[in-house]
């Protein structure tokens, strides 16, 4: 198979002699950037490397042949160019003497990244890693080719964007493999069209993993960001990051894919966030689809929808905006047009009075007389009545009620709940001013206790409860529909949260971040040095508890996250080198765990 006469372009056969190829129009004696591979080298004795493909502050990436098992490759190579240089006229990588350190831990994380991928090879929609070596001082991991092409380059055969009918048929494959991409601990940073593949057989797959100082901003590494799609977290590398992170990416992707338009990027957002919503460029874009793609890209890492589950439940299982109900705002206001007073017929204006209607006209002039002292003298009576008006705005509820009344649901229930509406107001001869109590379930205790509209002294109790969400009021001294006076003290109980909180994972984690993701759960802990040579030093090697257990919070229990201290390890003085045997059924057979550390597998030299 040596001899067979490749294109290094698409590493088709070329016959002898011919320079151009036919199928790409890659030309053989093309130059290639000194910095990378050459092309027609053999790495590990299998793969013949093709030209570059593309190249970021991580790794590089090229299109290559499998002489074994025969088929296009492709191979990723560790080559953060910010720390390290190609020896001339060779393969092998010289490491800047002050950036070892550096070079080395950014290595452990791309090898680390790429393992956990490999136990992930069985997913049909993300292309795993299949071979993983060392050679040239550097790191090497092997990827199956796909024939297809990237999101972005659909879309330009369909017109620019997508109808949101084909893209729910077409996108739950990639929201339930980023989904189980975050169980594993791991965060994308990269979702674009141009790290998602569709196949020639229609099925999508989800690429472009990179270590996460690859895709932040001011890091020791060359960042790589995708503006439009990168969130505002990934510019500040002292900004945590996490799976709302991909939440912002992938509701950034939606947003192209349905409008057409990439959305103005987190940068420019910050100082003007003028975004427009998508259903506003496009009309067909369902409105309760347009709202959770524009909170997936919230500005406010916390505000956030925070994980793909939470948006997958909100795009496909929350009802659409009934367009005849009322709007979002929390008041409405109807305009009357105003009445001349005139008939519209000619006729009937000039008509004469009869008799009859003279007398009928009499007696209404004194029925709204005696009407009208009637009212006068009620109002003399209620020394009271100067206080009906603390709450004008209740008649246009009052009036919006009577002219929905016929509607299935309650028009103040499509309401945004931005505002707490007012409590309903009554008055009486004896008590004056009261009001009816409204349902506090379910609301949040933050929102309700500082509204001016239900005139009450609020207390809290704070308790665990396991049916209501952290802050929200699960129980009211005033019960709903009963009538209470202005200023009346309420007390509520207000949830802390469940009281038994599930461990999270923690395989591949820094300890801030999975520090960060306890302080979200609310789960107390402390931290303990542990001397390990199984993990990278200051990510987490173990907990108190497995994941998956659960903390009794309510009893303070404590998590112990033991953070991994690696033991100083002795000059490697001798090389040695790993080899595997190839398996068809499983690649990473015989390809040892080794190369997960800084262990002698993989020989870093320093060149003065």
């Known amino acids: 198979m040596e001899s067979l006469n490749l294109c290094y372009g698409c590493m088709s056969s070329l016959e002898e002699g011919v320079e151009i190829c036919p199928e790409c129009g890659y030309h053989m004696d093309a130059l290639h950037l000194p910095s990378y591979l050459a092309p027609g080298i053999t790495l590990n004795d299998r793969y013949i490397i093709g030209k570059l493909r593309s190249y970021n502050g991580e790794s590089a990436d090229y299109i290559a042949y499998d002489k074994i098992a025969e088929t296009k490759v492709i191979v990723k190579e560790y080559m953060p160019d910010a720390l390290c240089s190609r020896e001339k006229d060779s393969s092998v990588i010289i490491v800047n003497p002050n950036c070892m350190p550096q070079y080395k831990t950014f290595l452990s994380e ?12 069985t997913l049909n929609h993300i292309n795993a890693a299949i071979d993983m070596f060392g050679d040239n001082n550097t790191a090497y991991v092997v990827f199956g080719y796909l024939e297809g092409m990237t999101v972005s380059e659909y879309l330009k055969m369909n017109a620019g964007e997508l109808e949101w009918e084909e893209v729910k048929k077409l996108f ?11 169980n594993a601990g791991l965060v994308h940073r990269g979702i674009s069209p141009e790290n998602i593949i569709i196949t020639d057989s229609g099925e999508l797959k989800l690429t472009g993993f990179c270590i996460s100082d690859a895709r932040t901003a001011n890091t020791e590494l060359a960042s790589e960001i995708y503006n439009g799609y990168a969130a505002p977290e990934q510019y500040n590398s002292n ?11 992938i509701s950034a992707l939606l947003y192209r894919i349905l409008t057409g338009v990439v959305p103005t990027d987190a940068t420019s957002r910050i100082s ?61 206001t109807i ?27 009499i007696m209404m002039v004194i029925l709204c007389i005696g009407m009208f002292g009637l009212v006068m003298l009620i109002v003399t009576l209620d020394d009271t009545s100067g206080e009906v008006n603390r709450n004008p705005d209740l008649s246009t509820f009052s009036q919006i009620s009577d002219d929905f009344s016929a509607s299935e649901t309650s028009p103040l229930e499509t309401l945004a709940p931005v505002q707490e509406p007012a409590a309903t107001t009554t008055t009486s001869a004896d008590n004056g001013v009261v009001y009816v109590m409204n349902d506090l379930t379910g609301k949040n205790y933050e929102i309700v206790s500082k509204s001016d509209s239900y005139n009450l002294m609020f207390t809290a109790e704070f308790e665990y409860n396991d049916d209501f969400a952290k802050g929200t009021i699960f129980s009211q001294s005033i ?42 759960l609310g789960i107390k802990y402390e931290e303990e040095e542990f001397e390990t040579e199984d993990t990278l030093e200051g990510y987490v090697a173990k907990t108190s508890k497995e994941p998956g257990e659960k903390l009794d919070v309510e009893a303070g229990e404590v998590l112990t996250v033991y953070v991994a201290k690696n033991p100083p390890k002795p000059e490697t003085t001798t090389e040695t080198t790993t080899s595997a045997v190839f398996d068809e059924n499983d690649p990473f057979a015989g390809f040892t765990d080794t190369v997960a550390t800084e262990e002698a597998d993989i020989i870093i030299t320093i060149y003065d």
């Open 110 to 121: 791309f090898v680390e990244l790429n393992k956990v991928l490999a136990k992930m090879r």
């Open 172 to 182: 739950p494959p990639i929201f339930t493999t980023l989904s189980l991409v975050h």
């Open 239 to 249: 900004n945590w990051q996490g799976t709302w992170t991909d939440v912002y990416g």
């Open 272 to 332: 003007n966030d003028n975004l427009i919503e998508p259903a506003q460029l496009n009309p067909n874009i369902p409105r309760n689809v347009s709202k959770v793609i524009m909170n997936g890209m919230n500005m406010n890492g916390e505000m956030r929808i925070q994980t793909i589950t939470e948006l997958v439940t909100q795009l496909f299982e929350q009802p659409e905006y009934n367009s005849k109900r009322l709007s979002s705002s929390s008041t409405q």
């Open 335 to 361: 305009t009357i047009p105003k009445q001349t007073g005139q008939s519209s017929t000619a006729a009937k204006k000039n008509k004469p009075i009869s008799r009859h209607g003279l007398f009928i006209m």
């Open 479 to 520: 019960p709903a529909n009963e009538t209470y006076k202005e200023n009346s003290e309420i007390l509520v109980k207000v949830s802390l949260g469940p009281r038994y909180i599930e461990i999270p994972d923690y395989l591949t984690m820094e300890k801030k971040a999975y520090f960060n993701k306890l302080n979200e």
